[in-house]
């Protein structure tokens, strides 16, 4: 490399700002008064103080889940921006039209599937994991709620990096899955492909954490009586994600690792001279992804399993076969990750992780369909927004079950494979698999989250214009796949394909609408909370023991701690006139003192990343010695907690 | 309240041994990247040509000694004989510090001698590993050394020794890593 690299700033200079188009330009000022407009609004209002102390440097669970979700509900807006602005190209580009050029297409396209992977699926589902899993095993905490405030903050930094490399410098050009050799430096000089290595590897360690709390959490601090088989279906499932998680991740740190040191030091891991080794990277890289996959999707799984048995006023059926076909899963998802290469080269093929991989999840799946199938039969089944994202899954996932058999089908996953098919499959199984689960859990638990319901009308309008745009925009896909349309096209020749992205345009727009609907949900709902609060601590007759407590919950969850004898506890209380028993409270209750140590290490890990892409090597170091200050510090503090006092309370307010 | 200390040690170990089973898996996965690319030489120097077993042997030496004194370190912390734990940590911090230097040593005379990281696939797989044990040693040197900050100022009261356990727990690990180390990457190379 040939550039200028100051000591100060590494190869930072003004070349950095998105001069090179108004669309690069106009998407960095949105982003910047963005950020500049959320600071004027917490001044003007006074806030500082307030976010600071109840949210910034709060341990408690239920604060990080609502944090992690608002996270994701941010980014899930910034790369529904990126798939818009994709579609509207492809709509336009036939014969060379549309308004992005090639590189800039590529930069959206690889923003768009790191962002709603690794910062709109991920936080979505910790943060849900967070907020329900410590309610749901009658406990009063996570296990380690100070590393959860630090995963969090990694998280969030991980999805700063995105956010700020649209206005310094340039995002990747290589994928969500930045296969070398084109991820190589030889290939992706500039700052692109460092931007995402470094997202990727902060976020990543974040990820193992939270992966080793909830598994210590729900194997350890479950309160009395509830027995691994009498846990809600929703920690069940997240047990198995978060054991995923702590063996997955690894390969993931490794793989992105071993990139930055050939981008960075020189190193020969993925290149093609000196020795290197590409398929090494397929091999590592999917070692993680094909379990990810079920960390995602494993959980929405638990949220269905849940929303349906309430909705139904019916106990869920087959628990047992769905604990297991749980189990199944999570243990078979390491033995598979060799299809992502195997039949298809070494092409880049995000399909892959939903194509043949559906084959060996298709019959523990089948089994899961079934038992929520049954469980609804002579139900009474309310049709609330969370029930209506649910059956909405119930239809599509069919679908995309469907086309991941077809792609088995060899002759037909050639003449498929690389094409907007494998596209459409893939959105097919994790926007109503993931996604719809997600929105079902966000409207579930918010009223124990605040104390209010969401409201029904604009709950159920966003599931109508995400169900219908979601068939209209992937729909299209699947034919135009057929007819051979590669995926990954800035523009094309063949006028066969033109009507085809126009409809699928028209579905991205539908879908906008289903996400305006969410956010006038969310207005609407606290414009009306007095008249949406009645009966928020059980809104939906629920079963499980998080209905029980008050909503929101006291800091420290439950007073005193039920005693459990059966499943679905709550509900058997309900029907027995009976409370739950509780074990009286013998001690004063301890809830953590909140921490600074989060966010700085989020800080940390910021500087350290952005140091490392720049080359502004002092930022770097900077940030690696704050956080082993940080923690060294940490560990000398004592009074680390604080006595709270029921009756005079505090919660979420 | 003693209940809920102990109770709540037992999570911490738990998770602890969560976090070496995730950082075993790193260790397996940068091992089996190293296998791979043994034979990667691109043309440059292989282990035959560059390892010392003079030198090996002396970095062997020190470390498992060292394992050895954390250990006597932890005992008698637990036997609240605060004196000999702290000249036990000093040791083993002395022992660890010596097993950095020599790597140190040995890994900027490769790079000085042309074969460095960037030369073959084999070396960068080699250079990786031994520094992804080496910042694992370096931050127990920092931990030790905050230990025996901390068994000075708090005494050896149950959270100082539950760490002192996870410390200890943590450089036989690391131990393990180097008899890793030692025989799938130096022992074919030097017999
Ligand atoms: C909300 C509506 C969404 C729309 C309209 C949409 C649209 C698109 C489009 C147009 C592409 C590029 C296709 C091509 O390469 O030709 C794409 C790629 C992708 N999308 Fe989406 N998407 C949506 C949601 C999601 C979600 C929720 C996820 C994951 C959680 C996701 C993950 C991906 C991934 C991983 C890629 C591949 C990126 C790459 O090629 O490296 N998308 N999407
Ligand atoms: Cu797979």
Redesign the pocket.
């Known amino acids: 490399m040939t550039e200028d690299i100051s000591p100060l700033l590494g190869r930072l200079g003004p070349d950095a700002l998105p001069l090179y188009s108004w669309v690069a330009m106009g998407g960095a000022m949105v982003t910047v008064a963005g950020g500049l407009g959320f600071l004027a609004i917490v001044t003007w209002l006074g806030k500082w103080r307030e976010l600071w102390s109840g949210w910034i440097t709060s341990v408690d669970h239920k604060r990080i889940g609502i944090m992690y979700i608002v996270l994701a509900l941010i980014m899930?807006i910034r790369?529904?921006v990126d798939?818009?602005m994709?579609?509207l190209q492809?709509a336009l580009a036939m014969d060379g039209g549309g308004y992005l050029p090639p590189e800039h297409f590529e930069q959206i396209?690889?923003s768009?599937?790191?962002i709603?992977?690794f910062f709109?699926?991920m936080p979505f589902v910790t943060g849900l994991m967070n907020f329900a899993v410590p309610l749901q095993i009658g406990a009063r905490d996570v296990a380690f709620p100070v590393m959860n405030s630090i995963s969090f903050w990694l998280t969030a930094a991980g999805a700063g990096l995105v956010l700020v490399s649209l206005v310094i410098g340039k995002f990747s050009t290589a994928?969500?899955?930045g296969y070398p050799p084109y991820s190589g430096v030889q290939f992706t000089p500039g700052v692109g492909v460092d931007y995402w290595i470094w997202a990727v590897l902060v976020s990543g360690v974040g990820s193992t954490l939270t992966g080793i709390n909830f598994v210590v959490t729900i194997l350890r601090k479950r309160t009395t009586g509830m027995t691994l088989m009498h846990m809600p279906m929703f920690t069940w499932t997240a047990l198995c994600s978060s054991i995923l998680i702590v063996f997955a991740f690894p390969a993931l740190t490794v793989v992105t690792a071993m990139l930055a040191l050939d981008r960075t030091v020189g190193t020969h891991f993925f290149t093609n001279d000196g020795g290197g080794n590409v398929m090494n990277f397929m091999n590592l890289f999917w070692i993680w992804g094909h379990p990810e996959v079920y960390i995602?999707i494993l959980p929405a799984f638990g949220i269905f399993s849940e929303v349906v048995a309430t909705f139904s006023s019916k106990r869920l059926f087959g628990y047992p076969s769905l604990v297991y076909a749980t189990m199944v899963i999570a243990v078979l998802s390491f033995t598979v990750w060799l299809h992502h290469f195997f039949t298809m080269g070494a092409g880049?093929n995000?399909n892959a992780i939903f194509g043949i991989a559906t084959m060996v999840i298709a019959v523990p799946t089948g089994v899961k369909v079934f038992d929520w199938l049954f469980t609804m039969y002579r139900g009474r089944i309310r049709f609330e927004p969370p029930m209506l994202f649910t059956l909405g899954f119930m239809c599509l996932f069919v679908v995309g079950g469907m086309s991941g058999v077809l792609l088995a089908i060899p002759p037909i996953n050639y003449a498929t494979h690389n094409t907007?098919f494998l596209?459409a499959h893939?959105?097919n199984m994790?926007?109503p698999g993931?996604?719809f689960g997600y929105v079902a859990g966000y409207m579930y638990w918010f009223p124990k989250a605040f104390g209010f319901r969401l409201d029904r009308n604009w709950g159920a309008r966003a599931f109508w214009f995400w169900f219908t745009g979601?068939i209209l925009?992937?729909m299209p896909l699947y034919v135009i796949g057929l007819m051979g349309m590669?995926?990954?096209?800035e523009s094309y020749a063949n006028p066969d394909w033109q009507p085809w992205l126009i409809i699928?345009f028209l579905?991205?727009c539908l879908?906008l609408l289903g996400i305006v609907s969410l956010g006038i949900q969310l207005w609407v709902s606290v414009r009306d909370r007095v008249r949406l609060a009645a009966e928020a601590d059980d809104p939906w007759d629920g079963r499980t023991l998080e209905w029980s407590t008050s909503s929101p919950p006291p800091a420290w969850n439950y007073t005193e701690l039920p005693i459990v004898s059966v499943r679905d506890s709550f509900h058997e209380a309900k029907l027995t006139g009976k409370p739950i028993p509780t074990a009286p409270l013998t001690a004063s209750i301890h809830v953590p003192r909140n921490t600074a140590v989060g966010p700085v290490i989020g800080f940390a890990g910021f500087c350290v990343g952005f140091g490392v892409i720049w080359f502004i090597w002092w930022l770097a170091a900077v940030g690696l010695a704050l956080v082993a200050t940080t923690l060294i510090a940490r560990s000398f503090a004592d009074d680390t907690e604080s006595e709270a006092f029921p009756g005079r309370g505090t919660g979420i307010s | 309240m003693t209940t809920a200390v102990r109770h709540s040690d037992s999570e911490v170990s738990f998770g602890f041994w969560l976090y070496l089973m995730s950082d075993a898996i790193l260790f397996g996965l940068i091992f089996a990247t190293f296998v791979v690319m043994s034979t990667n030489l691109a043309g440059g120097p292989g282990g035959t040509d560059l390892f010392s077993m003079t030198n090996l042997s002396m970095q062997t030496a020190l470390l498992l000694t060292s394992s050895l004194t954390v250990a006597l370190a932890h005992h008698a912390a637990m036997e609240e004989r605060i004196g000999p734990a702290l000249v036990w940590l000093a040791l083993t911090f002395a022992l660890g510090a010596g097993f950095l230097v020599l790597e140190v040593r040995e890994l900027s005379g490769f790079v000085a001698s042309g074969a460095g990281p960037n030369r073959s696939g084999y070396l960068s797989a080699f250079f990786t590993l031994l520094s992804t044990h080496g910042l694992h040693v370096s931050a127990g040197l920092i931990w030790i050394g905050t230990m025996m900050m901390q068994l000075l100022l708090k005494g050896p009261n149950s959270r100082v020794l539950s760490r002192l356990s996870r410390l200890t727990l943590f450089w036989h690990f690391l131990d393990i890593v180097w008899i890793g180390i030692f025989s799938v990457v130096y022992l074919p190379e030097l017999f």
């Open positions: 899930l790369g529904f798939a818009i994709m579609r492809q396209f690889s768009h599937g790191t709603m992977i709109m699926a994928g969500w899955t995602l880049a995000v907007t596209v893939f959105h994790i926007i993931a996604l979601f925009a992937f590669p995926r990954r096209m699928a579905g991205a879908i």
